[in-house]
């Protein structure tokens, strides 16, 4: 089944364009990596996919859901982790969990078993009882990513999931995403920087550089292409003739 | 739990929580009103209580007497005798004992009453400190009303002896008897005192009213740039719940933070009131100026009203903001000069103004909680109604603006630069 299905998606801002017409497409229970240099345009697509920003061309389904026209069907089946994101600083980490499950179950005893679920991928510990304000950055990122997953969504949009997580803290996590989506079926799209997590992680990979998309295909695919060893030597290799920035 | 409900319920609790809004909400209006009050208050019964009062007296006639006495059994004054041969080392004496007021009964005194001239008293302030001077002024009014007194009580002693029949009325031939004609009763209390009692309601309303939407509406716009601040806004507007449920649940929920600081001020604002009112002893019930049940009603949905639009539109005007303090600037800037005609209804009737200024102060929603809350105690229902269409509507169509730049990416990309312009390079 197709969860994600992007046509020739374009965004503008103002002057600035971002997207010149993207097009892919997600399986269920697949981990899709956007991967690509800064300023590429990977938020612009998760943002577009999660319904925060309008494509000012082209189109994208999420579960055959047009994310414009029917965005709140859409929102109703993904969960989306910001790039750049906090928690609310006056809840303590179990609060907001709590909150969040309260928002996104339909019973109490669901909403229990999520904020439980969300208390084992956050791996806070006692710190859950302490405000927001006091985490530091790669515990409000544990927090985030513990609210993304416990709500158990269909479609999980992850912008730089292990962005600011030490070694440790940033494996476990690609653990755990690859679980969900082996057990409970969930469909990923994350994007990264990070070569090395891209490779363990994803299933398939887009490699998208000034708005547009160089490569599509497995990481093995991608290596053979570019006779590369790693894909890191791909990522430069189908960065290079580009030559970055175009008008 | 329904998704609104769990919305406004954080709202209110990191509303609730934030130390240093709940400080400047509700302990400042609850301790420093009160406390203001109670100063001034202490000052005015300092200045009304005990009234020391040293005399010397180089009378040796029988008047000099009658004067201590007098003063004696006046109320709240306390006298001392003092013996000192000069002047000036009474007014020593009474320096040395932190006296504020000498009276001073000169040798001729008793010769100057019986001899049908005026006598005369001498009063002397002194002062310890170049402060204030309430006390020694009020003191020196309280013994000028006893010397009055005395002197005509001697002047109908003397009328007495020369055979009139109502010395009284001999003195005081003309009487003012004073009573007000409001809301076609007649209040037995004199128009200074009415006026007094309408003078304050007239302060403290509009005070209340503006203080209450400029708080609440800094509130709101703030409830908005928090979520773009701490970066929490784009979760939010992917959650599974309406855009509009989450504009009801911040409006909610800072109306509720919003009418809880009002009570705060209310009561704040009444204690120290009070501390004025007290004296005229006069209530509004009391001159008639009751307000009816439906009046409360009415007063009640228009200042409802009015809190909805000025939240709606603090969160419209926050969406530009891109963090806490420049929402704070942006809403200061367009809700204060809008909040601002209400004052000048503390000085004026708006039916007393041209047409031109009258219809420019109506079209001003922050003036109708001032006018409903006149036309509740006079019971014009009517336009009181009118008030409440015109503030409906405004209302709607603010809260409609607002669901909709929440629906658009407008609250995600909108912001007017404020001098610097941030960007990641590319
Ligand atoms: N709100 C905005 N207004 C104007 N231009 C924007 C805005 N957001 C992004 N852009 C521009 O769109 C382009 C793509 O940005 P985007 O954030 O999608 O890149 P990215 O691939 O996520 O980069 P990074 O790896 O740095 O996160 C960039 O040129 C950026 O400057
Ligand atoms: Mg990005």
Redesign the interface.
């Known amino acids: 089944m197709t969860v994600v299905k992007v046509e020739e998606l374009e965004k503008e801002y103002g002057k600035v364009r971002a997207l010149r017409g993207i097009s892919f497409e997600i399986k269920e229970g697949e981990i899709f990596g956007l991967i690509g240099p800064n300023g590429a345009g990977k938020s612009t697509t998760l943002k577009i996919l999660a319904t925060l920003l309008k494509p000012t061309g082209g189109r994208a389904e999420v579960f055959g859901h047009d994310v414009v026209r029917e965005a709140e069907e859409v929102r109703a089946l993904i969960s989306y982790l910001p790039e750049e994101a906090g928690a609310y600083k006056n809840l303590t980490g179990i609060e907001y969990l709590r909150f969040m499950a309260r928002l996104y179950a339909k019973d109490e005893e669901k909403a229990a078993g999520m904020v439980e679920l969300g208390k084992k991928i956050s791996d806070l510990g006692n710190r859950l009882n302490d405000k927001v304000a006091t985490y530091s950055k790669g515990m409000t990122r544990k927090l985030l990513l513990a609210r993304a997953l416990m709500v158990m969504p269909r479609l999980a949009i992850l912008d730089e999931p292990a962005s600011g997580l030490d070694i440790v803290n940033a494996y476990t996590i690609r653990k755990t995403i690859k679980r969900f989506a082996r057990e409970e079926g969930t469909t990923f799209l994350v994007s990264s920087h990070n070569m090395l997590e891209v490779e363990f992680l994803c299933d398939r990979v887009a490699l998208i550089n000034s708005g547009k998309i160089i490569e599509i295909g497995t990481p093995e695919e991608l290596k053979e292409g570019y006779h590369a060893e790693n894909l890191e030597e791909v990522f430069m290799r189908a960065v290079e003739p580009a030559g970055g920035e175009e008008s | 739990?329904s998704?609104f409900w769990?919305?406004a319920r954080?709202e209110i609790?990191?509303l609730i929580?934030?130390k240093k809004l709940l400080f400047g909400l509700i302990i400042v209006p609850l301790i420093i009103y009160p406390t203001m009050g109670k100063v001034m208050q202490l000052g005015m019964e300092t200045a009304q209580g005990e009234t020391h009062v040293v005399i010397v007296s180089f009378d040796d006639g029988p008047y000099g007497r009658v004067l201590v006495n007098a003063l004696t059994a006046a109320p709240n004054v306390t006298v001392t005798l003092i013996n000192s041969s000069s002047l000036q080392g009474a007014l020593n004496r009474a320096y040395q004992e932190k006296q504020n007021v000498l009276v001073v009964i000169p040798r001729n005194f008793s010769d100057s009453i019986e001899g049908n001239r005026i006598a005369t008293v001498e009063v002397y302030g002194i002062f310890h400190s170049i402060g204030t001077g309430v006390r020694e002024s009020v003191s020196e009014s309280r013994i000028n009303a006893v010397i009055n007194v005395l002197s005509e009580e001697i002047a109908k002693l003397k009328l007495k002896n020369l055979n009139v029949g109502q010395p009284e009325a001999f003195l005081h031939p003309v009487r003012a008897e004073s009573r007000s004609f409001i809301n076609h009763h007649i209040v037995n209390a004199s128009p200074s005192l009415v006026s007094g009692v309408l003078t304050s309601q007239a302060i403290s309303l509009p005070l209340i009213v503006f203080l209450m939407v400029t708080i609440t509406a800094q509130m709101a716009a703030g409830a908005v740039a928090a979520e773009k601040e701490?970066?929490?806004l784009?979760?939010l507007?992917?959650?599974?719940?309406?855009r509009t449920t989450i504009v009801a649940s911040k409006i909610s929920g800072t109306a509720v933070m919003g009418l809880i600081a009002a009570l705060a001020y209310m009561v704040g604002l009444k204690s120290y009131l009070g501390s004025f009112t007290t004296e005229t002893g006069v209530t509004l019930r009391e001159l008639g100026l009751g307000i009816t049940p439906t009046g409360m009603l009415l007063f009640a949905l228009v200042v409802f009203l009015t809190i909805v639009f000025a939240l709606s539109l603090a969160m419209i005007l926050a969406v530009f903001a891109e963090d806490v303090q420049s929402a704070n600037t942006v809403v200061s800037s367009v809700i204060l000069p809008l909040a601002f005609p209400a004052f000048i209804l503390m000085f004026t009737d708006i039916n007393e103004l041209p047409a031109l200024a009258r219809y420019g102060l109506l079209a001003d929603p922050f003036t109708h909680p001032i006018l409903a809350y006149r036309y509740a105690l006079s019971g014009s229902y009517g336009l009181m109604a009118l008030s409440l269409v015109y503030l409906s509507a405004l209302s709607l169509v603010t809260l409609y603006f607002a669901a909709r730049i929440f629906s658009?990416?407008k609250v995600?990309?909108a912001k007017i630069s404020w001098g610097r312009k941030k960007r990641?390079?590319?």
């Open positions: 739990m998704d769990v919305l954080k609790m990191s929580r934030d701490n970066k929490t784009e979760t507007l992917t959650l599974p719940v309406k658009s990416e995600l990309t990641k390079s590319g």
